[in-house]
């Protein structure tokens, strides 16, 4: 085998997983935020977990991103980690679709015209103005390129005559003459190809093409699809390293349940695998010497039938087995992967770069949601300026008065990391209300980290008034207190409508408490001057009265820009 065909096998494996890439992505984009609430809605219980995941991934052609969207609705609260492994036993189901796809079009059909007819076909949908018509333009264009790699990679495959080259016929006679050794070599094997590789269909159709080929033994072929089921999920254990604890737990669930299946198949090896290859009257340990070389080359084309019979056995067999002991695997990675001890208070939970999505539309909901908890934040640290008013000891007001600050600083940085990914997210293949939606969450974190500014602009006040000799009269306190309460209803308001929409609290609520705080800041800025005048109190204190007015005011303000960023227009009561 000469550089030169290694090097058209590996091109060969580009085409095939650039298409396989390009269709998982466009798919996704044209029906995403569907599937996103079919994998949201539908998984009332596990069976139906799993029958979600399995329709889900089969439609978006990638275990993947489905395993990704799942923890991320896990980070977000809107599965549970036990219905989350439910998902992930229906996405191992679901991805053995791509096999299947392999088998009986990339080997038994001749499709490289109709690659051709789908390349013309994708040509005007790609190149449309229409968001969802040019990402099923991408579908498709990725379809064709999966099918022509394929294509490729059989035909040089074949031209190699791969049967007849003593390099590799010696290597496969090496490794397979170690008995039950061999098959754990080829499991090892296929697990660190598809590590390496980062794509288990590849690896798939290869193995197909060395089984077809007569290369490759059924045994030792099985065991490599083994292998690729074991790799496949080592890629996401490694993406969740650096990411939160429920992402860990997810991806170790999945690396638990393909581990479970490969132990039992292993315990049953040559039994279950003559029982698989019977399904297609092929006897795994005989073959008939008298037999044509027509039949021999059919009964090589059967193996890759074989190989995905296997599969989808392998994975409805294992999901079978352990749907009833779930919650005993939600203990296993909740015992191996314990809650860290220490105080996340202050990092960001919902979104992780190294867990960003395969595809940027799906990383957009962890986004919304760490500004949803970003917002929760800046109330709880409103909630400190009416705690701070109440102080007269001067070492509590400096320690508090501290916390505020440091607050602050954490808002500042939340704000920076929050758009650095939505930048990331951006540089992604965004669809056209994507892009929107992630101008709208820059604009909603500027607007939040701006009422963290206001919040720290009245401790501030608050601050330079409790070092003076005077202080609020009652009448200022109970203004202020009953302005305090106004800003402080509207700020439940806006975690209700971001947390739950229009279904949340109706906005129209949140706009009639903003006409009612400006008119109240209005009637209190010509009172104080009034009050002044008739010397009340002094006109420094007056000073400190409307700043902080004025930027309660403020706050309702902000409150409204946040809103209308959801919204993405302007809005009136």
């Not at 998982?24 to 996103?36: D, H, P, V």
């Not at 036993?89 to 009986?104: D, F, K, Q, S």
């Not at 949601?369 to 109440?390: A, P, Q, V």
Request: proline share 1%; net charge negative.
């Amino acid at each position: 085998m000469s550089l030169l065909d290694i090097i058209k096998v590996i091109g060969c494996l580009a085409l095939l997983m650039f298409g396989m890439k390009n269709m998982s992505e466009g798919i996704q984009k044209f029906a995403g935020g569907t599937l996103r609430k079919v994998l949201s809605a539908m998984t009332t219980n596990r069976f139906a977990g799993v029958i979600t995941g399995a329709v889900v991934t089969a439609s978006i052609q990638s275990s993947t991103a489905t395993t990704l969207m799942t923890v991320s609705f896990v980070n977000a609260g809107l599965l549970t980690l036990l219905q989350a492994i439910s998902v992930i036993m229906g996405a191992n189901i679901g991805t053995t679709l791509t096999a299947w796809i392999m088998a009986l079009f990339g080997f038994s059909v001749d499709l490289s015209q109709l690659s051709w007819m789908m390349f013309a076909v994708a040509i005007p949908f790609y190149f449309s103005g229409s968001s969802s018509k040019k990402s099923f333009g991408e579908f498709l264009f990725g379809f064709a390129f999966m099918f022509l790699g394929l294509i490729t990679l059989r035909t040089h495959a074949s031209e190699m005559n791969l049967q007849d080259n003593q390099a590799v016929m010696n290597f496969f006679m090496a490794t397979g003459g170690w008995g039950f050794a061999s098959i754990l070599f080829f499991v090892l094997m296929g697990g660190v190809l598809t590590l390496c590789v980062q794509s288990s269909a590849a690896i798939m159709a290869i193995t197909m093409i060395l089984c077809s080929a007569g290369v490759l033994p059924i045994y030792l072929g099985i065991a490599l699809v083994m292998g690729e089921n074991i790799g496949t999920t080592i890629t996401s254990n490694i993406a969740a390293l650096s990411a939160n604890t429920q992402a860990r737990r997810a991806a170790l669930a999945h690396l638990t349940f393909n581990m479970f299946g490969v132990i039992w198949v292993l315990v049953l090896f040559k039994p279950f695998i003559r029982m698989v290859c019977s399904v297609w009257g092929i006897d795994p340990d005989n073959s008939d010497p008298n037999m044509t070389p027509a039949q021999v080359e059919e009964m090589h084309f059967k193996l890759t039938y074989v190989l995905a019979t296997f599969h989808t056995a392998f994975n409805v067999i294992n999901t079978a087995l352990l749907i009833g002991f779930t919650k005993y695997i939600e203990k296993f990675v909740c015992g191996v992967i314990p809650q860290k001890e220490e105080d996340e208070e202050f990092r960001l939970r919902y979104i992780q770069s190294s867990m960003l999505s395969s595809t940027s539309e799906l990383s957009l909901l962890e986004a919304e949601k760490e500004i949803n908890l970003y917002m929760t934040r800046s109330h709880r640290m409103y909630g400190f300026i009416s705690d701070l008013m109440k102080i007269t000891d001067d070492s509590e007001f400096t320690k508090l008065f501290s916390r505020i600050e440091k607050y602050e600083s954490i808002s500042d940085r939340m704000e920076v990391e929050i758009a650095a990914y939505l930048t990331k997210v951006s540089e992604g293949r965004l669809s056209a209300e994507g892009k929107t939606k992630v101008q709208s969450m820059l604009r909603e974190i500027s607007e939040i980290e701006s009422i963290c500014d206001s919040i720290y602009n009245l401790a501030r006040t608050l601050n330079r008034k409790n070092k003076g000799k005077s202080d609020f009269t009652e009448a200022q306190y109970e203004h202020i207190g009953r302005m305090s309460e106004l800003v402080d209803g509207n700020l439940t308001n806006i975690e209700k409508f971001l947390s739950g929409g229009s279904k949340g609290i109706d906005h129209n609520v949140i706009l009639n408490v903003e006409n009612e705080i400006n008119n109240y800041r209005t009637e209190l800025k010509n009172k104080n001057v009034l009050d002044v005048d008739s010397h009340a109190y002094d006109y420094q204190m007056g000073v400190y009265y409307t700043d902080m007015i004025c930027d309660y005011e403020k706050i309702g303000d902000y409150i409204i820009n946040v809103l209308e960023a959801r919204f993405g227009q302007k809005l009136t009561a």
